[in-house]
Nanobody
Framework: VQLQASGGGLVQAGGSLRLSCAAS????????TGWFRQAPGLEREFVAA????????YYADSAKGRFTISRDNAKNTVYLQMNSLKPEDTAVYYC????????????????WGRGTLVTVSS
């Protein structure tokens, strides 16, 4: 199983980025997918998750109203659209998959990809 996050970069506060998570080696539509982030010196934290079918999503309070998670099972890809970015959103963002729903803890996810760095300048 491989998950690969991409789409990170440097953006000014108030700007937008769209992250992608491409998966292979699993029946993608049967796995729920989450986004997490880890800022320097802090623990990895939950951002958002989406059911395998794509019909239900769940967000951390910090993401509600600004971030949107979606998926295209035909492309085995999950997206995280991030708008109105703030400097405190700066972190490495990771995607992960779990058979269970809903799950917000790091240790509840089975497969992880390498992260992609998002830097928001003030």
């Amino acid at each position: 199983v491989q998950l690969q996050a991409s789409g990170g970069g440097l953006v000014q506060a108030g700007g937008s980025l769209r992250l992608s998570c491409a998966a292979s080696g699993l029946t993608f539509s049967t796995y729920n997918t989450g986004w997490f982030r880890q800022a320097p010196g802090l623990e990895r934290e939950f951002v958002a998750a989406i059911r395998g079918s794509g019909g239900l999503a769940y967000y951390a309070d910090s993401a509600k109203g600004r971030f949107t998670i979606s998926r295209d099972n035909a492309k085995n890809t999950v997206y995280l659209q991030m708008n109105s970015l703030k400097p405190e959103d700066t972190a490495v963002y990771y995607c992960a998959s779990s058979e269970y729903w809903p799950r917000v803890r790091v240790n509840e996810y089975d497969y992880w990809g390498r992260g992609t760095l998002v830097t928001v300048s003030s």
